[in-house]
């Protein structure tokens, strides 16, 4: 088992910054990789970004490249989102999941964090 917890959303101005924390409990030491995602209001979930936990190799959405940047920090069990030029349109719940093999599924998430950018 794995728990998440996520924290460092709030209320941002077009333009502003946001950093996102994900703290891990639990199995770490089994995580694969971790990863970050988004929903908005009635929009369907989507991917932003992960990290795998033993290398640190980094994937993100093609959309996000250059404005959002994933990083861990093994020692203190967390995953961070540094999120920069932040557009209204990156309004939405940010989640962090853990996937615990190569080619599974996201199988633990946190509760998630409110982002809202305004313009």
């Known amino acids: 088992q794995v728990q998440l917890v996520e924290s460092g959303g709030g209320l941002v101005q077009t333009g502003g910054s946001l950093r996102l924390s994900c703290a891990a409990s639990?199995?770490?030491?089994?995580?694969?990789?971790v990863g970050w995602f988004r929903q908005a209001p009635g929009k369907e979930r989507e991917f932003v970004a992960a990290?795998?936990?033993?290398?640190?190799?980094?994937s993100y959405a093609d959309s996000l490249k250059g404005r959002f940047t994933v990083s861990r920090d093994n020692a203190k069990n967390a995953v961070y989102l540094q999120m920069n030029s932040l557009k209204p349109e990156d309004t939405a719940v940010y989640s962090c999941?853990?996937?615990?093999?190569?080619?599974?599924?996201?199988?633990?998430w946190g509760q998630g964090t409110q982002v809202t950018v305004s313009s």
């Open positions: 999941a853990a996937r615990m093999a190569l080619g599974g599924a996201y199988n633990y």
């Open positions: 639990g199995r770490t030491f089994s995580m694969y990789a």
């Open positions: 990290i795998k936990w033993s290398s640190g190799s980094t």
